[in-house]
C-alpha cells in the first residue's frame, strides 16, 4: 500500500488557533516531516470556504501551496484532493500545474472532479450548475489538458469550453503528462470518465462500497477498452489514532470541541460523526486496529490511502505513531 498525507490549510478548521501569520510555518513544517518521512505524497483540498460550514476562518488555496510546496520539499509528490474543474478555465489550469511540475521537479498529481460545495460556487460567482453540466465540464477539462500536456497546445469546441491553438510550454517535466486522479464515485459518468482519462481514481472507503465501486469501475474499462489493472483505486481516510482506545476517543473528543466553537454543538457533532463513521472508519482505532481495517480493503485492491489527521497542525504524535506503526505494516 502506497501513502499520501492531507496537510492541515484551514478548510476543516484544522488551522484556528494558529496565528494567520504562522499559519504558512505550520503547513510548511508538517510537508517537511512528510519529506524526510515514509509518505509517498502530500495533499489538499481545492476549496475556499471552510466546512462544515462557511466561516471566516482561514482556507489557503491549494495551486499556491502546490507551488509553494514544490520549492520548500526535495522528494514528495504533490496533490489535490481535488482540484474543482469550473473554478478555473482548464488551458490556465494546465498552464498552473505544468508550472508547478517544474517548480517541483516534477512532482506534481492532478487530482480532478466536478466539484460540490454550494456556497462557495455562488459566493465565487460559478453560479451552481446541474451535476449532469458540471461533469460534461469536467469531460471537456480533461481532454483540453491532456493534449496540453503532450502536444503543447490545446483545441476544443465543446459545449462549455472553447479553445482554440492554446499553447501550453514548457511541458511539464513528467513524460506523458501530469498524472490523473478522477475522483467521485458517481457510477454512470464520474467512473466512465475515470475509465476513460485516469490513471488514479478515489473514491469509497468502507468495504461494501470500495467493492461496488471497483466492480462498476471495471465494467466502465471494459466498455470503452481501457485496462483496468493499470487504474490505481484510491481512497481518503479521516484518521485518529492512539495507543489505547480512551486514546483515541480522546483525540475525536478534541476535534469535535475545537469545531463546536465555530459552528455549534449539532454541527460539529454531525462532521465527527462523518469524518469517523460512528468510529468504525479505517483511520480510527488503535494502530493494530487501523492495520486490519486497511488490510481488508487493501485485500480488494485499494492500493494507495490518502490520510487526514485533524489535529496535525497542533500536534503531531498521531502521525508520528501512523508512520511508525501503521505504515510499514502495509507498504
Known sequence: MRFGLFVPQGWRL???????KDQWATMKGLAQQADAGPWESIWVFDHFHTVPQPT???THEAWTLM????????????????????????AYLAKVAATCDHVSGGRIEMGIGA?????????????????RERLRMLDEGVQIMRQAWTEGTATLDGKHYQVDGAIVRPLPLQEGGIPLWIAGGGE???????????????FGGTP????????ILKGHCDTVGTDYDKIVRSANFNVAIGETEA????????????????????AAEAAIATQTANGTGAGIGTPAQIIEKLGALRDLGMTYGIFNFPESAYDRSGVELFEREVIPALR
Open 14 to 20: 484544522d488551522l484556528v488557533d494558529i496565528d494567520p
Open 56 to 58: 471566516d476562518e482561514a
Open 67 to 90: 507551488s509553494a510546496f514544490g520549492a520548500v520539499t526535495e522528494r514528495v509528490r504533490l496533490g489535490q484532493m481535488c482540484t474543482c474543474m469550473s473554478y478555473r478555465n482548464p
Open 115 to 131: 466539484g460540490w460545495y454550494e456556497h462557495e460556487w455562488r459566493a465565487y460567482g460559478y453560479g451552481f450548475p446541474a451535476a
Open 188 to 202: 454512470k459518468v464520474t467512473l466512465k470518465i475515470a475509465a476513460k482519462y485516469a490513471q488514479y481514481t478515489n
Open 208 to 215: 461494501e462500497e470500495f467493492a461496488r465501486k471497483s466492480e
Open 247 to 266: 486514546e483515541v476517543q480522546k483525540r475525536i473528543d478534541a476535534s469535535r470541541a475545537r469545531l463546536e466553537r465555530f459552528v455549534g454543538a449539532e
